[in-house]
């Protein structure tokens, strides 16, 4: 079994800032790609932010300049630093990780449960 477990989540005005975690446990060999993707009421789930194995990032146009992706790959977790936050960023995020488990062949992506973010004054 894997599980991703979010947090960080919650309300904050416009112009605030906001660190989600995303921590991967379970019997995992390794740790791909990572991802935080979210979801308005209405839309479709969307890229937010991804970053590779080797550190490499790519970022959703509407986030560019605010949000940055990391990972702590000691920890199995990832990060997602929000800076100026907008009312549009209002979502709930989910991240996503392709991973490998110990004993099993290639790589399968998980889900986490989401996170809230709401930006209202």
């Known amino acids: 079994q894997v599980q991703l477990v979010e947090s960080g989540g919650g309300l904050v005005q416009p112009g605030g800032s906001l660190r989600l975690s995303c921590a991967a446990s379970g019997i995992i060999f390794r740790i791909y790609g990572l991802g935080w993707y979210r979801q308005a009421p209405g839309k479709q789930r969307e890229l937010v932010a991804a970053?590779?194995?080797?550190?490499?990032?790519n970022y959703g146009d509407s986030v560019k300049g605010r949000f940055t992706i990391s990972r702590d790959n000691a920890k199995n977790t990832v990060y997602l630093q929000m800076n100026s936050l907008k009312p549009e960023d209002t979502a709930v995020y989910y991240c996503n990780a392709d991973i490998s488990r110990v004993g099993r062949p290639g790589s399968v992506g998980y889900w986490g449960q989401g996170t809230q973010v709401t930006v209202s004054s």
């Open positions: 970053i590779t194995s080797v550190g490499t990032t």
